[in-house]
């Protein structure tokens, strides 16, 4: 059974940073893509980041360029996303995903390119 579970989410004041961690389980995703969406409440799941396990390249939501940056570590199977300069406005729970797909580079923010999801963690930003 694969399992995506994150973890690193918490509370913390605007300004500060945090990282997040997905292990993965079950599966070794050594050639697929894995990354992070978010969904605040009222709102719809947003993208954040991907990287590809192939080649390393990454995207991100222009809405977390140059404050986040994400990683893994293909020894642990691990994702992490590290977040830094945090506002009130990425409070969300943030989603571990993974696409087995071999997706087109471009489709790489859509919910539907990703065919396991972790559980989700709650970041809070306060003002």
């Known amino acids: 059974q694969v399992q995506l579970v994150e973890s690193g989410g918490g509370l913390v004041q605007a300004g500060g940073s945090l990282r997040l961690s997905c292990a993965a389980s079950g599966r070794t995703f050594s050639s697929d893509d894995m990354g992070w969406f978010r969904q605040a409440p009222g709102k719809e799941r947003e993208f954040v980041a991907v990287?590809?396990?192939?080649?390393?390249?990454?995207s991100y939501a222009d809405f977390v360029k140059g404050r986040f940056t994400i990683s893994r570590d293909k020894a642990k199977n691990t994702v992490y996303l590290q977040m830094n300069s945090l506002k009130p406005e990425d409070t969300a729970v943030y989603y571990c995903?993974?696409?087995?797909?071999?997706?087109?580079?471009?489709?790489?923010?859509?919910?539907?390119?990703?065919?396991?999801w972790g559980q989700g963690t709650q970041v809070t930003v306060s003002s």
């Open positions: 995903v993974a696409s087995t797909l071999d997706a087109d580079f471009g489709t790489l923010a859509l919910t539907s390119t990703y065919d396991y």
């Open positions: 990287v590809r396990w192939s080649n390393l390249v990454t």
